[in-house]
């Protein structure tokens, strides 16, 4: 690690370019100097590419744009962007969604609590549409016999190892990031967080959160609309995955995550959420069998 304080921003962006201006033009006001921001483009179907870039010029940020070529998911793409984000040897690695807007001293703040052992810092989180209240106080907790996993609306010390920071907003100091290593690509979209933070405490590092932070997070930009049978269909397989490498007893708990995620929906007579449950389960097995 060559470039002593400078901090590599990684954001990923899908069709969900209007977030993503957003985002980078709150990055812009950052009062935290050197900061660079790289955007990984999953793979758009939209003008992504050029609104972004456009938007990068106007404001004369640190910044470029990586183009996947297709949708990676979440734990992929940001790896796209770490690998680059590696060339100029940051000190600290900032793990951003394109759907927050983060206040100028976000950063600063982030920075400050790299304290000696810190392997990840979280932020809390609040409504991008109602902006004083507290959508995840840097993180939740994660039941790794069920999978099942809540996030925090007040604070906590985070000192539980079932807890994790979300990866809306956290910050890696290198040295943690060179022994964690990337995110598991496995995840396509959700648990990559908790898996993360796990394999942190498990490699002596600890997760905390900068609670003096404030950053505003609409959630779904990255999958547009309301719980759709394919975001059930990407939590089971995500979840199913969790548990094969993470739980205490994964067959078992891949058994209690099924069985509460079809009672739930035989229970409310949701019929495409449930046939979505079940081709989560169809893909996990195949894909295991493939050797995922």
Not at 34 to 54: F, H, M, R, T, Y
Not at 60 to 80: D, P
Not at 158 to 184: C, M, N, R, Y
Not at 215 to 231: C, D, N
Request: hydrophobic share 40%; proline share 4%.
């Amino acid at each position: 690690m060559n470039n002593a304080g400078l901090v590599c921003c990684v954001v990923v962006n899908w069709n969900g370019w209007s977030d993503t201006v957003a985002c980078l033009e709150s990055l812009a006001t950052q009062t935290y100097s050197p900061l660079q921001v790289i955007v990984v483009d999953n793979g758009s179907e939209d003008e992504s590419v050029a609104k972004i870039c456009a938007s990068i010029r106007r404001l004369r940020l640190n910044a470029h744009v990586l183009e996947a070529g297709k949708n990676l998911g979440f734990a992929a793409g940001t790896n796209v962007g770490l690998r680059k984000a590696m060339e100029t040897e940051p000190e600290f690695f900032w793990l951003l969604n394109n759907d927050t807007v983060c206040p100028p001293d976000t950063l600063e703040k982030l920075v400050r609590k790299c304290a000696p052992g810190v392997g990840v810092v979280g932020s809390v989180l609040y409504f991008q549409h109602d902006p004083v209240r507290v959508q995840a106080w840097g993180g939740g907790r994660v039941n790794t016999l069920s999978g099942y996993s809540t996030h925090f609306d007040q604070p906590q010390d985070f000192k539980e190892p079932d807890t994790f920071a979300t990866f809306a907003s956290v910050l890696i100091p290198h040295e943690a990031f060179a022994q964690i290593g990337f995110l598991w690509e496995g995840y396509f979209m959700y648990f990559d967080d908790a898996d993360y933070c796990l394999r942190a405490r498990s490699a002596g590092w600890s997760v905390v959160v900068a609670e003096d932070t404030a950053v505003l997070h609409r959630e779904g930009g990255s999958l547009p609309g309301a719980r759709t049978p394919q975001l059930d269909q990407i939590i089971v397989v995500s979840g199913l995955r969790f548990l094969e490498r993470q739980g205490q007893f994964p067959k078992l708990g891949q058994g209690i995550f099924l069985a509460g995620k079809i009672l739930r929906r035989l229970l409310s007579f949701r019929i495409r959420s449930l046939r979505a449950v079940t081709a989560g389960l169809r893909q996990y097995r195949k894909e295991r069998r493939s050797q995922f």
